[in-house]
C-alpha cells in the first residue's frame, strides 16, 4: 500500500510533471512523433505498436481531411475566406485551442480567414475594372470551351408583376423564339426582388431572363402556352427514403406525355415568388424571402394539349427521371456568398476573388459553352434557387431595407435585393455532352478551384416527417431554415411560403 502511495507521490512529482510535459511538447512539436532516441530505446514490440498506432493516426488524418474537403463547394483562397483553413496533418497534431475555436465560432457564422488583398486595380472606375476582370476570365476559359459550341444569348425582359408569366409568353412570340424552340436553351424568373413604391412590400418589375442561341431578328409567332405545377400538390408519390421529386422532372415529364422532345421546348423554369416587409413595428423584422412555389413547362402553342390533364388525372405519378436525360445543379449560393455578399449591394470591386464569376448568369453562360449543350438539346437553363432564403439580413451584416440603385430590365435605375443560390441545366444527353461534363470538371477544379455539385441536395431522400410541418415545433424550426444564416426573424406571422412543404410536389409520402 505504502509502496504504491510512493510511486505516486514520485509520479506527482514537480521533477517527473515537469519531464512529462517536456516530452509532450516535444512528441507535439515533431507532429506526434517519436524522436529517434525514443525509437532507439523501443523495444521491437514497442515499435510495432507504435508503428501500427502511427498509420492509424495517418489514416484518421487522410479521413478528416477528405471529409472536410468534401463537405466544401469552394476550395482555394475562396473556400480559406468562406469556411476557414483546410485541416492540414500539422493542423491536426498541434494543440492551439484559442485559435481553433475562434475559427469554429467564425466558420459557424459563414465567415472563414480574411480573404487575401486583391490585386491592384487597374481602374478607378467600378465599370472598367469589372470589364478588366471578365476579361481576364473569359481568357482563363477559353481552353475549355467546346469546339462548335452554339451562341449563348441571355436576354432580361421587365414585366408587370401581376401578369409576368403573360407577359413572357407574349414576349417569346413576338421575339420569334416560341417559334423556334431549338433556339431556347431556357429561361428564368430572376430571383431578385425589385421594388417599387413606398416600403420594399411590392415588386416595381418582375424579371425574366432567357438564354438562347437567336443571332438575328426573328419572324413573330403565336405567344407560347405554359402548364403550372403547384408545390403544395402532390403529383408524384414518393416513400419515405426515396429520392425526392426535382421541379424539372415533372416538365420533363409533360413533355414526355405529350411525345415531345426538347426540340420543343421553350423552357422549364422554377416559379419563385418573394415576400417582402419592411418591418414596421418591434415585433416583425425586416426580409426579403425568396423561394420556390411551383414550376412552369412552356412550349409552342398547340404542341401539348391534354398532356397537363392526363397528368392531373392520373396523379400521384412515379416521376422516374429519364435515362436519356442529364440534369446538372451547380451551388452558385456559395460563390455568391464571397463576391456578393450583400443582397443588397452590387458584388464587389475589385473582387476580392476575380477568378470566379460575378454574377449567376456569367456561371450558367460558362457551363453552356464549356459542356456545348444545344439548344435544341435543352429543357432548362436557368439561375434560380431551392429553398426559401432571405436576402437581407443575417449574420455577416446590419439588417437592412435600403438598396443600391441600378438599372433593371426595364431600363429604370431602381434598388436591387440579390437573391439566387442554384444553376440548373437539364438537357438531353449525348456522347459529347460526357466529354464536354469532363472539361467542365476540368475548369471547376484548375479555374474556379470549387466543387459546385457540393451541397446542392439534389433529390435528397424525402423524410419520414418534414421538420416544416410540426405545429409550433415546425414553426420555429422553419424560421430557422427558411431564414437560413438569418439569427433574427421569428416574430413573422405568416410567410408566403409557411404551405411550401421542403419536399416540393411529393409530400404527403405514401405509406409513411
Request: hydrophobic residues 40%; aromatic residues 6%.
Amino acid at each position: 500500500m505504502f509502496k504504491k502511495l510512493k510511486q505516486i507521490g514520485q509520479a506527482l512529482s514537480p521533477d517527473a510533471i515537469r519531464q512529462g510535459l517536456a516530452a509532450s511538447q516535444q512528441a507535439m512539436a515533431n507532429g506526434g512523433q517519436l524522436t529517434e532516441e525514443q525509437l532507439a530505446a523501443s523495444t521491437p514490440e514497442q515499435r510495432a505498436t507504435y508503428e501500427e498506432a502511427m498509420a492509424r493516426a495517418a489514416q484518421a488524418t487522410d479521413d478528416a481531411i477528405a471529409a472536410e474537403t468534401g463537405r466544401r463547394a469552394l476550395l482555394g483562397p475562396a473556400g480559406e475566406h468562406l469556411y476557414g483553413p483546410l485541416p492540414s496533418a500539422e493542423r491536426l497534431t498541434t494543440v492551439d485551442f484559442g485559435a481553433d475555436f475562434k475559427q469554429a465560432l467564425r466558420a459557424s457564422f459563414g465567415r472563414g480567414s480574411a480573404p487575401a488583398p486583391p490585386a491592384p486595380a487597374v481602374s478607378g472606375h467600378p465599370a472598367e475594372q469589372a470589364a478588366h476582370e471578365l476579361a481576364q476570365r473569359e481568357e482563363a476559359r477559353t481552353p475549355y470551351l467546346a469546339e462548335g459550341r452554339s451562341p449563348v444569348v441571355l436576354t432580361r425582359i421587365a414585366t408587370d408583376r401581376k401578369r409576368a408569366v403573360e407577359e413572357l409568353c407574349a414576349w417569346l412570340g413576338t421575339s420569334g423564339l416560341a417559334g423556334r424552340p431549338d433556339l431556347v436553351y431556357g429561361d428564368a424568373r430572376v430571383p431578385d426582388h425589385v421594388p417599387g413604391g413606398f416600403g420594399i412590400g411590392n415588386a416595381a418589375v418582375v424579371e425574366w431572363e432567357i438564354a438562347h442561341a437567336a443571332t438575328a431578328t426573328l419572324p413573330p409567332a403565336p405567344p407560347a402556352e405554359v402548364a403550372g405545377f403547384d408545390a403544395r400538390v402532390t403529383w408524384a408519390a414518393r416513400r419515405p427514403g426515396e429520392p425526392s421529386v426535382l421541379d424539372e422532372d415533372l416538365g420533363v415529364e409533360l413533355f414526355r406525355q405529350a411525345d415531345l422532345g426538347p426540340e420543343q421546348c421553350l423552357g422549364i423554369a422554377r416559379q419563385i415568388a418573394v415576400d417582402a416587409q419592411s418591418g414596421g413595428d418591434e415585433s416583425s423584422t425586416p426580409h426579403v424571402l425568396v423561394g420556390v412555389t411551383g414550376v412552369l413547362a412552356l412550349h409552342p402553342a398547340g404542341t401539348a394539349a391534354g398532356a397537363l390533364a392526363r397528368m392531373q388525372a392520373a396523379a400521384p405519378l412515379q416521376v422516374v427521371p429519364a435515362a436519356d436525360v442529364h440534369v446538372t445543379v451547380l451551388n452558385w449560393g456559395a460563390i455568391r456568398k464571397v463576391v456578393a455578399p450583400r443582397g443588397d449591394k452590387r458584388p464587389i470591386i475589385p473582387s476580392p476573388f476575380p477568378y470566379l464569376p460575378l454574377t449567376g448568369s456569367e456561371l450558367l453562360a460558362s457551363y453552356l459553352s464549356i459542356v456545348g449543350v444545344r439548344p435544341a438539346d435543352c429543357y432548362s437553363a436557368q439561375v434560380t434557387q431551392d429553398q426559401p432564403s432571405n436576402i437581407i439580413g443575417g449574420t455577416a451584416h446590419v439588417t437592412t431595407t435600403g438598396a443600391e440603385k441600378e438599372p433593371a430590365a426595364d431600363g429604370e435605375m431602381r434598388k436591387r435585393f440579390r437573391g439566387g443560390s442554384r444553376i440548373v441545366v437539364v438537357h438531353r444527353d449525348a456522347p459529347d455532352y460526357v466529354a464536354g461534363r469532363e472539361r467542365w470538371a476540368a475548369y471547376e477544379r484548375e479555374v474556379l478551384q470549387s466543387q459546385l455539385h457540393v451541397g446542392v441536395a439534389l433529390r435528397e431522400p424525402v423524410s419520414a416527417q418534414s421538420a416544416l410541418d410540426r405545429g409550433l415545433l415546425g414553426s420555429i424550426t422553419r424560421a430557422a431554415e427558411v431564414v437560413g444564416d438569418v439569427v433574427t426573424g421569428y416574430g413573422w406571422d405568416t410567410t408566403t411560403f409557411d404551405k411550401i412543404p421542403h419536399h416540393r410536389y411529393c409530400w404527403p409520402p405514401v405509406g409513411g
